[in-house]
């Protein structure tokens, strides 16, 4: 995509529902999806979760950022066909489950997940389906060839380079915000996770150690 594109794209006003569509897939949700999960990060940050679900939580955490990171460099990168569709429907489920999974773990240790966290939850897994909802409403094609199993197309299994590469200025500011709003936050709650662990393994050995040396006096 050109920069004449992109200003098109962001600026213009007569546009048709695919390039309105477009638009709001990488103008509004993309920049939208890193609020919520520097909100999640944050009330994750309030319940203390080092002291409660810890690394476990922490770790499940980045495995479902790259399961949302993964299909969305995916798709910056290649055309949609069956097979990135294939990427984007299988990631969209297996966040689901994992989405589950982090929730019962949370729980399980007694974190406190209040009404404000579990809305911040239900943007944060709603958006990957709106996001798939509207790439198979602008590739309806790709969707019944994707029914079909990719019958008559030899490049349906293949991952295709984009017609229109985006614009470098568009994913440096993708992968600025990335590192901002994803990678710093979560990076940090994973050290923390890590310290607090470590810190608790030190005090019971200490408390261990202590009986044995009062018993030597």
Same mark, same amino acid.
């Given at each position: 995509m050109s920069r004449g594109q992109a200003a098109e794209i962001a600026h213009g006003?007569?546009?048709?529902?695919?390039?309105?569509?477009t638009r709001f897939l990488l103008y509004g949700l993309l920049p939208g999806w890193f609020l919520p999960g520097l909100a999640d990060w944050a009330m994750h940050r309030r319940t203390r979760i080092e002291e409660t679900a810890g690394t476990k939580e922490s770790l499940i955490h980045a495995l479902m950022m790259a399961q949302v990171g993964l299909p969305i460099a995916l798709t910056l990168r290649y055309r949609i066909n069956p097979a990135l569709l294939s990427v984007q429907l299988g990631a969209a489920a297996v966040h689901e489950a994992t989405a589950l999974w982090d929730v019962r773990t949370a729980v399980d240790s007694d974190r406190e997940v209040t009404p404000v966290e579990q809305h911040i939850h239900s943007f944060l897994e709603s958006l990957p389906f709106g996001a798939l909802a509207s790439l198979m409403c602008l590739h309806a094609g790709q969707v019944r060839s994707l029914l079909r199993g990719g019958r008559g197309d030899p490049d349906a299994w293949r991952l295709l380079p984009r017609r229109r590469a985006l614009s470098p200025g568009y994913l440096a500011g993708v992968g600025v915000a990335i &590192?901002?709003?994803? /990678?710093?936050?979560? &990076?940090?709650?994973? /050290?923390r996770c890590r310290r607090a662990a470590r810190a608790r393994r030190r005090r019971a050995r200490a408390e261990r150690v202590a009986p044995r040396n009062r018993k030597g006096n």
């Open positions: 006003a007569d546009v048709d529902a695919d390039v309105a569509t &590192g901002a709003f994803v /990678l710093l936050p979560y &990076g940090e709650e994973l /050290l």
